[in-house]
Structures are given as structure tokens and as C-alpha cells.
């Protein structure tokens, strides 16, 4: 069964950094393209990064580039997303989702609460 474990989301001010990171399980972690997306209350979900199997290229919101940074680790199946310079307007749900498959398939964490707030 697909699982994820997500962690590091919390309580940061402004300008403070946070780490999340997401352990997956029940496919194959490699041949899926990872993504963090996020959520705000009213708001859309929205893409913030994500990264192929490889770790070769990423792609970020433009919200988000320069002060976000996603990576992985195919050994340990875990992708992390280091967050920097915060903002209140970075306050969201923050959810791990993996993409792939034949037919594709993607699959969604639970999510993990980050809150920007002095």
C-alpha cells in the first residue's frame, strides 16, 4: 500500500527556514517524479516544486525560486524541500505527491502544517 511520512512542518517567523521531508513507500520511489504542492485555507492547491526520478532537474513556482530548494535521496526514498527566507503568504498545508506509472498514476501525503507567524 502507497504510503508517505511527512515531517518538519511547524510554528516559524518571518524570514526563518524550515526543512520538510517526505518517506515514501509501496512503489517503486525511483521511477516517480516527486512533487510538493501546497495548500492555503480559501485557496487553490498549488504546485511549489518537483524533481524527476534522476534528481537531474527541478522545476519551482515562481513564488518560490531562489528561497526553496527540493531534493532527494532514491536510497533512503525520501524528498526533501528546504525552505528559506519565509513568509506569512508561505503559510499552507504543505503535501508530498509522486507521478508515475503506466497508466499514470499520482499519488498524495496526507499533508504537514507550515505556519508563518511572529
Known amino acids: 500500500q502507497v504510503h508517505f511520512v511527512e515531517s518538519g512542518g511547524g510554528l516559524v517567523q518571518p524570514g526563518g527556514s524550515l526543512t520538510l521531508s517526505c518517506t515514501a513507500s509501496?512503489?517503486?520511489?525511483?521511477?516517480?517524479?516527486m512533487y510538493w504542492y501546497r495548500q492555503a485555507p480559501g485557496k487553490e492547491r498549488e504546485f511549489v516544486a518537483g524533481?524527476?526520478?534522476?534528481?537531474?532537474?527541478?522545476n519551482y513556482a515562481d513564488s518560490v525560486k531562489g528561497r526553496f530548494t527540493i531534493s532527494r535521496d532514491n536510497a533512503k526514498n525520501t524528498v526533501l524541500l528546504h525552505m528559506n527566507n519565509l513568509r506569512s503568504e508561505d503559510t499552507a498545508v504543505y503535501s508530498c505527491?509522486?507521478?508515475?506509472?503506466?497508466?499514470?498514476?499520482?499519488?498524495w501525503g496526507q499533508g504537514t502544517q507550515v505556519t508563518v507567524s511572529s
Open positions: 524533481v524527476i526520478g534522476t534528481g537531474r532537474y527541478t
Open positions: 509501496g512503489f517503486t520511489f525511483s521511477d516517480y517524479v
Open positions: 505527491s509522486a507521478r508515475g506509472g503506466s497508466p499514470v498514476y499520482q499519488y
